[in-house]
């Protein structure tokens, strides 16, 4: 089969197009042929090499695959074959306290495709039978891979960690990117006013037309001051952060009282300083956040079917141009989720 898979860490040059051995379902196991896979951050951070990641090479990247089930191990239900499918982009032991209590993403294994394990950047991918998600039939391969991590992810900051209500202020970093847009659909779908930061009025124009109600352009703008000027000091009720040093600190400040700041990332960089006296002082809750559990994909995608929420896609390039997809994503040309095609 081709892939495309890396063997050293470095820029989008070292992307290389494979050809490799098809993998075979096992016991338990599909194999799908992959339709569209969707970039996301966690590419770049992979791809560029994690101090504490150690990979079998070459490594294949991308965990937001949209497929069919071609083949197929004993023990897998009928059901399922010959059939479209999202995949649901992270591996568990299925048998601990946290798996048992549908709190997979807790499990001591836990796995994402295309980071722990080889990901979606092939023509054919094996999977556990119980990775297997409803396909929302009214979307194409390319739209519905826009959809797994993201949404499960922004899902579980807002809907779970943060416990977003109606009328709460929500801060939304990043509003063009995937996990971003994904954001903020989910706040207004619970009756939330956005706030949104983007870096240009192209994408503050799409970030409104996806919903938010307040745009900030951060390269223009002061982030702190922008916000006040719009609800007042310390008046926001919920931060949706993954942009980490740029804007913590401003981030913090302009919580109200008893305000959540959630995490996923840190795409401008880890290192932040953070002044406790705001924390407990104030009692705010900072929250760590990373995907979410398996059984939250099914309610986000009735929400998918029911057209409350839409996927965002950017642009499609063919599997062997992942270089020039990461090179875009890495430049934040995108707004929504860049998608490459097998």
């Known amino acids: 089969m081709k892939a495309v898979g890396l063997k050293k860490h470095g820029g989008p040059e070292v992307l290389e197009t494979l050809e490799l051995q098809t993998p075979e ?17 966690l590419d770049l951070w992979i791809r560029n090499g994690l101090p504490h990641l150690k990979h079998d090479y070459p490594h294949i990247l991308g ?36 798996c048992s209590l549908g709190q997979d993403n807790l499990c001591s294994s836990y796995k994402i495709l295309g980071e722990h394990v080889d990901g979606g950047y092939a023509e054919y991918l094996v999977v556990p039978e119980r990775n297997l998600l409803p396909f929302p039939e009214k979307l194409s391969f390319t739209e519905a891979a826009t959809i797994p991590l993201v949404f499960l992810t922004a899902w579980q900051m807002l809907v779970v960690k943060a416990k977003i209500r109606p009328g709460q202020i929500v801060v939304i970093h990043g509003g063009a990117s995937g996990v971003g847009s994904a954001g903020i659909q989910i706040a207004k779908l619970f009756g939330c006013r956005v706030i949104t930061t983007a870096g240009s009025q192209d994408k503050l124009d799409r970030a409104k037309a996806l919903g938010a109600d307040d745009l900030i352009h951060y390269k223009k703008e002061n982030f702190l001051e922008a916000v006040q000027s719009l609800v007042g000091k310390q008046k926001v009720d919920v ?10 600190s401003q981030s913090l400040l302009c919580l109200k009282w008893g305000g959540v700041l959630v995490t996923c990332g840190a795409t401008t960089g880890f290192k932040v300083e953070t002044d406790l006296r705001q924390i ?5 809750q900072v929250l760590g956040s ?8 099914f309610e986000i995608l009735r929400h998918f079917a029911a057209g409350r929420l839409q996927p965002v896609l950017d642009k499609v390039f063919p599997l062997e141009e992942a270089a020039l997809a990461h090179e875009r994503l890495e430049s934040g040309q995108q707004f929504g989720k860049i998608v490459l095609e097998p």
Do not use: Y
Request: net charge neutral; hydrophobic share 45%.
């Open 280 to 284: 407990f002082f104030r009692q705010l």
């Open 290 to 297: 990373t995907m979410g559990p398996r059984g939250t994909q």
């Open 63 to 98: 965990s937001d695959i949209a497929g069919e089930v071609v083949a197929w191990g004993l023990g897998v239900n009928p059901l399922v074959k010959n059939q479209k499918v999202l995949i649901h982009p992270a591996l568990s032991c299925g048998i601990c306290e946290f």
């Open 239 to 248: 931060v949706f952060e993954h942009v980490g040093e740029a804007l913590w």
């Open 25 to 41: 379902a096992g016991p338990g196991e599909v194999l799908i042929r992959v339709k569209a896979v969707a970039l996301n951050h």
